[in-house]
Nanobody, 124 residues
Framework: EVQLQASGGGLVQVGGSLRLSCTAS????????IGWFRQAPGKEREGVSC????????HYTPLVKGRFAISSDNAKKTVYLQMNSLKPEDTAVYYC?????????????????WGQGTQVTVSS
C-alpha cells in the first residue's frame, strides 16, 4: 500500500522558515517523483515543487522559486521542502504526492489518493 505522510507544518512569522517532510512507503522510492502541493482556504490546490528521485531534477512554481528548496534522502525515503522567507500568502495546507515524472505530477496526472496534509500558517 502506497503511503505518503506530510509533516512539519506550524505557525511562523513573516520571513521565517519551516521544513516540511514527506515520508514514503509502499513503492520503489528511487524510481519515483515526489511533489509538494498546497491549498489555501477558498482556493484550488496548486503544485509547489517536485523532486525526481531518478535524476535529481528539481521543479518549482515561480511563486516559491528562490525561497523554497526541495531535497530528498533516499535512505530515509523522505523528501523535504525547506521554506524560507515565508509570506502570508504561503499559508495553506501542504500535501505531498507521488508519480513517475514531475512533468505529470505538477499537472495533477497519475497521482495517488490524497493523504492528510500539514498546515502552514504565516502570521504578519
Amino acid at each position: 500500500e502506497v503511503q505518503l505522510q506530510a509533516s512539519g507544518g506550524g505557525l511562523v512569522q513573516v520571513g521565517g522558515s519551516l521544513r516540511l517532510s514527506c515520508t514514503a512507503s509502499g513503492f520503489t522510492f528511487d524510481d519515483s517523483a515526489i511533489g509538494w502541493f498546497r491549498q489555501a482556504p477558498g482556493k484550488e490546490r496548486e503544485g509547489v515543487s517536485c523532486y525526481s528521485n531518478s535524476d535529481g531534477a528539481r521543479h518549482y512554481t515561480p511563486l516559491v522559486k528562490g525561497r523554497f528548496a526541495i531535497s530528498s534522502d533516499n535512505a530515509k525515503k523522505t523528501v523535504y521542502l525547506q521554506m524560507n522567507s515565508l509570506k502570508p500568502e504561503d499559508t495553506a495546507v501542504y500535501y505531498c504526492n507521488k508519480g513517475r515524472l514531475c512533468e505529470e505530477i505538477l499537472l495533477f496526472k497519475n497521482l495517488e489518493p490524497w493523504g492528510q496534509g500539514t498546515q502552514v500558517t504565516v502570521s504578519s
